[in-house]
């Protein structure tokens, strides 16, 4: 791990553990015990292994940690329970990882500051930030309009109606939600740029906010 920082850290640049990936990629199934490995792109990795069965429900890690100051290696295996609560859909149930420091329900585990365990982000005695908390006012609505860009496209692939009895379906209302602030944030990275780049992008004929330039 790296030394102790009281430097902004957002929740994209530290390892993180996310409960939807774990699902999405089968590393979790009822009833099943399931072994797997994690690995980050700065060459570090863990060994899991999953349980949901009963009331007999984890996520066991398995990991060594080397201390950056004296190079000692400690060997970590432990157990992060599982919970759940009924969907507000009515089906089925919406899982969580119980944080083994607040013991507070979460679905991203985090590992930095030097933390030899991971545990949610107020677990932490320094903030993990929100990358839109850090970033600088045009950069957040920039990043804010490609970050919906890629919602929108993923959820136009699932291709399923737009109306059901003569009114929009649950998808279609959540695609016209984020298509207006995909427009609110396009309106408002635009309004930002320095008046000599509009007229640049102008001149190059490059699209732009409907209406700004």
């Known amino acids: 791990m790296g030394r102790w920082s009281t430097g902004a850290v957002t929740t994209k640049e530290v390892a993180r ?59 970590h295996d432990y157990k992060i329970y ?54 600088s006012k045009y950069d957040y609505h920039n990043t804010r309009y490609w970050k919906i860009a890629n919602d929108l496209e993923a959820l136009y692939q699932r291709g399923k109606k737009t109306h059901y009895r003569g009114n929009y379906t649950r998808l279609m209302k959540r695609v016209k939600q984020l298509e207006e602030k995909q427009q609110y944030h396009d309106k408002m990275r635009w309004l930002i740029v320095p008046q000599s780049i509009q007229k640049m992008v102008y001149v190059m004929g490059l699209p732009t906010a409907e209406g700004l330039l």
């Open 82 to 135: 599982l919970t759940s609560i009924p969907s507000n859909l009515g089906k089925g149930e919406v899982l969580y990882f119980v944080c083994p420091v607040t013991g507070r329900r979460c679905r991203i585990l985090y590992k930095c500051y030097g933390s030899l365990i991971w545990k949610s982000r107020f677990a932490y005695r320094y903030r993990i930030y929100y990358h839109s908390q850090v970033c």
């Open 17 to 75: 553990i996310e409960l939807g990936y774990l699902l999405k990629n089968g590393f979790i199934k009822r009833d099943q015990h399931i072994y797997g490995t994690l690995s980050w792109t700065n060459g570090s990795n863990i060994s899991f292994e999953t349980n949901l069965s009963g009331e007999n429900r984890f996520i066991r890690l398995h990991y060594n940690n080397t201390n950056s100051y004296t190079d000692e290696k400690t060997n």
